[in-house]
């Protein structure tokens, strides 16, 4: 009965570590799937602009527009 007893809790241990991985594998994998999407749609029609003041040319996402320019 004793041996029993301790199958069944290691049984229910590897069960629930096996779980518990399985989840983190999966919050993994949606993770960098949104990533990439992330990724496809910053390189699908982001205008550069110029700076007015150094002339370098950045994504118009991140640019800070002032009086207009």
Same mark, same amino acid.
């Given at each position: 009965?004793? &041996?029993?007893?301790?199958? #069944?809790?290691?049984?229910?241990?590897?069960?629930?570590? @096996?779980?518990?991985?399985? /989840?983190?594998?999966?919050?993994?994998? &949606?993770?960098?799937?949104? #990533?990439?999407?992330?990724?496809?749609?910053?390189?699908? @029609?982001?205008?550069?602009? /110029?700076?007015?003041?150094?002339?370098v040319?950045?994504?118009?996402?991140?640019?800070?527009?002032?009086?207009g320019?």
């Amino acid at each position: 009965m004793n &041996l029993l007893i301790i199958r #069944l809790i290691i049984f229910a241990v590897l069960f629930f570590a @096996g779980l518990k991985l399985y /989840r983190m594998y999966r919050e993994w994998k &949606l993770d960098r799937e949104e #990533l990439l999407e992330d990724d496809r749609d910053d390189s699908r @029609g982001n205008q550069m602009v /110029r700076c007015a003041w150094c002339q370098v040319h950045v994504p118009e996402s991140e640019a800070q527009r002032a009086q207009g320019e």
